[in-house]
């Protein structure tokens, strides 16, 4: 078992930042490739970012890419996703996740955290 809790949310102004912290626990957390997802209300949970178990390999989904940073200190069992020039579209729940192997579809991981509310507002 891997357990996952996101820290970091909140509301902010578009064009302002924030840093999405994800800690985890349980088994050995450098075994495992890390994403991020986010859910809107109404809508369906996408992938946002991911990140190779040593860090050296990042994904990011075209509407984030240029935007959204994912890392990985595997030290401190825990990923991040920093989000620089927010959008309101950007508003969702954030959640992480643990998978097994590389995957950037969200039924392919086995561990998640509780989510974290990002609000953007215009």
């Known amino acids: 078992q891997v357990q996952l809790v996101e820290s970091g949310g909140g509301l902010v102004q578009a064009g302002g930042s924030l840093r999405l912290s994800c800690a985890a626990s349980g088994r050995t957390f450098s075994n495992y490739f890390m994403g991020w997802f986010r859910q809107a209300p109404g809508k369906d949970r996408e992938f946002v970012a991911a990140?190779?178990?040593?860090?050296?390999?990042?994904f990011y989904a075209d509407s984030v890419k240029g935007r959204f940073t994912i890392s990985r200190d595997n030290a401190k069992n825990t990923a991040y996703l920093q989000m620089n020039s927010l959008k309101p579209e950007d508003t969702a729940v954030y959640y992480c996740?643990?998978?097994?192997?590389?995957?950037?579809?969200?039924?392919?991981?086995?561990?998640w955290g509780q989510g974290t509310q990002v609000t953007v507002s215009s």
């Open positions: 990140i190779s178990w040593n860090g050296y390999t990042t």
């Open positions: 996740a643990a998978a097994a192997k590389s995957s950037l579809s969200f039924s392919e991981y086995d561990y």
